[in-house]
């Protein structure tokens, strides 16, 4: 028998003992570490760390633009962006002088893109030609921005206030701010359904969620969905249908059905489960376990934790490309 013929029974067996998503999945997974400034870099094949990328100082949230061609990273004390090639790891540009981005999104069209400033108090809107960025409007806001929501027709900016209790609405067009409400303790994330219709807001002061009905000039709330102590960031299921919420208090992490507007499943999430990201099939959700220094895997079928990798201190964000659709 040939070497070539060898290789090739050889590959074959392997592929019948390992399953398929494994090699389906061959981009890594980042996990960004606040309190360490750097990224983890996860092979999700060995699901080991391969390696950390520094980043500026205090490091919140990161974000993968709608073209899937980079992974920003918010540098808040550092008043920069990191830019990172996802499919590789590999640095592209830092872009200085964004003035403390805690949270950032760009609207789906890619002409905009938003931060809020968590310690000073206001949104910046950018303009996007594709490489720069330049400030279009700075708006004074509630105390303490934490995070950011923007409809699918790139038109309405919402962002919550997380210690003045408060929802604010803004016009992307004339960088205007539409509306101000108050809302439960301590909002932290807000997504939109695919519909544009409602809006949810994780209530991390709470135990639950708030729904607010969007369809008319100003937001309407609804309902308090009880999903656990400490609701805090959102990850559509890629259905249309359901989104994910991580209880960090509660350490557990809730399934919401749109329609019903209410949990269909609990998943157990350890030690202060925050920002998710989930595989392309759905299988798997990926959760930073703030207060464990670990990137958890949660099999949705099983509803049962199956790994943890160890990462930086304070993981916060996490993103891949192999994903789920963010609806």
Known sequence: MTLTKILSA????????????????????????????????IDPVSWTETRRI??????????????????VIANALSDSLLFVNPKTAEVQRTVQGILDPYQLRFSPDMKWFVTVANRLNHVDI????????????????????SHLWIDSKSS??????????ELVMIDLATQTLKWR???????ADVFGTPDDKFLLIGLTGGEGVEVYDVTGHEPKFVKLI???????????????????????????????DYQSMSVVEN?????????????????????????????????????????????????????????????
């Open 267 to 327: 998943y157990p999430a350890p030690s202060g489960p925050d920002c998710m990201d989930l595989s392309a099939d759905g299988h798997f959700i990926y959760v930073a376990s703030r207060w464990a220094k670990k990137l958890t895997v949660i099999d949705t079928r099983t509803r049962q934790v199956v790994r943890q990798i160890n990462v930086g201190k304070s993981p916060h964000g996490v993103w891949t490309l192999d994903h789920a659709a963010r609806q």
């Open 126 to 145: 950018y303009r996007w030609d594709g490489a720069n960025l330049t400030l279009a409007k700075r708006i004074a806001t509630g105390k303490t921005p």
């Open 226 to 256: 009880k999903t656990g102590q400490g609701a805090h960031a959102f990850r559509g299921a890629g259905d249309k249908r359901h989104v994910f919420v991580s209880n960090r208090v509660a350490n557990t992490i809730s399934k919401i």
């Open 156 to 165: 309405t900016v919402y962002a919550t206030m997380q210690d003045s209790d």
């Open 181 to 187: 409400g108050k809302t439960g303790t301590m909002p």
């Open 10 to 41: 050889w590959s074959l067996c392997l592929a019948a003992l390992v399953p398929l998503g494994v090699f389906a999945q061959a981009n890594p997974i980042f996990v960004l570490n606040s309190l360490e400034a750097n990224i983890s870099v």
């Open 54 to 71: 520094p980043t500026g100082k205090e490091p919140h949230h990161m974000y993968l633009t709608p073209d899937e061609k980079s992974l």
